[in-house]
């Protein structure tokens, strides 16, 4: 997958989310800790984002492509997110987005 194809992904993923409600706060949050593709608020909720593209489901889910070590990565950077915008009194949780071609598949409150 390009980049191009990944930001192209991650925007239609956004789009997609502010149509269910998701008040999109910021894209491709970076940290020392790592990425977050998007980060969003509903409900009094402040949701961390993974996209995960796919042209096709032959080698695999976008989901199973979402580690233990990448679901660390990503709590460790939604933590130092929510301490930066002293958010941290504020319940968190992490989403998958999966995107293959104009169908787009939502796991919400994704765990370990």
Same mark, same amino acid.
């Given at each position: 997958?390009?980049? $191009?194809?990944?930001?192209?992904?991650? $925007?239609?993923?956004?789009?997609?989310?502010?149509?269910? *409600? !998701?008040?999109?706060?910021?894209?491709?949050?970076?940290?020392?800790?790592?990425?977050?593709?998007?980060?969003?608020?509903?409900?009094?909720?402040?949701?961390? #984002?993974? @996209? $995960?593209?796919?042209?096709?489901?032959?080698?695999?889910? *976008?989901?199973? !492509?979402?580690?233990?070590? $990448?679901?660390?990565?990503? #709590?460790?950077?939604?933590?130092? !997110?929510?301490?930066?915008?002293?958010?941290?009194?504020?319940?968190?949780? #992490?989403? @998958? %987005?999966? @995107?293959?071609?104009?169908?787009?598949?939502?796991?919400?409150? %994704?765990?370990?």
């Amino acid at each position: 997958m390009s980049r $191009k194809a990944g930001i192209e992904a991650e $925007k239609n993923a956004a789009n997609f989310l502010s149509q269910k *409600g !998701y008040r999109i706060l910021t894209t491709n949050f970076t940290s020392r800790m790592g990425e977050i593709d998007i980060i969003a608020e509903k409900n009094g909720r402040i949701i961390f #984002i993974e @996209v $995960k593209m796919r042209s096709s489901s032959s080698f695999g889910t *976008g989901r199973e !492509y979402v580690t233990s070590k $990448k679901l660390q990565k990503i #709590i460790l950077t939604a933590q130092l !997110y929510m301490q930066k915008n002293k958010l941290t009194n504020i319940p968190f949780q #992490i989403d @998958v %987005v999966e @995107v293959q071609g104009e169908q787009f598949t939502h796991l919400e409150n %994704v765990t370990l």
